[in-house]
């Protein structure tokens, strides 16, 4: 269940930074705020950056809102996951290949 509560934010912030190409202009900021404002050591403005320009290209802006809840909420990736919904299930696995990318890229 650990895992769960921090299947991209923590593979991420836990890795070294590696440079990215720059966000586009249009780029949002959803992730990249929930990462900067939450409690972890390694959360960085180039860390939480990288972390946000992988979910640019991974997730909608619908889906970026639903796993920034998740910095404050860890409970609520659980239920996600868990959930029956098929919206949830399709969500979980598009989050789950963030995650793992953005553990990738972002060191």
Not at 52 to 75: C, G, I, S, W, Y
Not at 81 to 97: G, I
Request: charge should be positive.
């Amino acid at each position: 269940m650990k895992f769960l509560t921090n299947t991209a934010l923590v593979l991420a912030l836990a890795a070294p930074l590696s440079v990215m190409s720059a966000p586009s202009a249009e780029a949002g900021s959803t992730i990249e705020r929930a990462c900067m404002k939450s409690n972890r050591r390694a959360a960085s403005k180039p860390l939480c950056g990288c972390i946000q320009r992988v979910a640019d290209q991974m997730l909608t802006r619908k889906e970026q809102r639903m796993a920034a809840k998740f910095f404050n909420d860890p409970h609520r990736a659980q239920e996600i996951r868990q959930s029956d919904r098929a919206a949830h299930e399709e969500f979980w696995k598009r989050y789950k290949a963030f995650g793992q990318s953005a553990g990738n890229i972002c060191r």
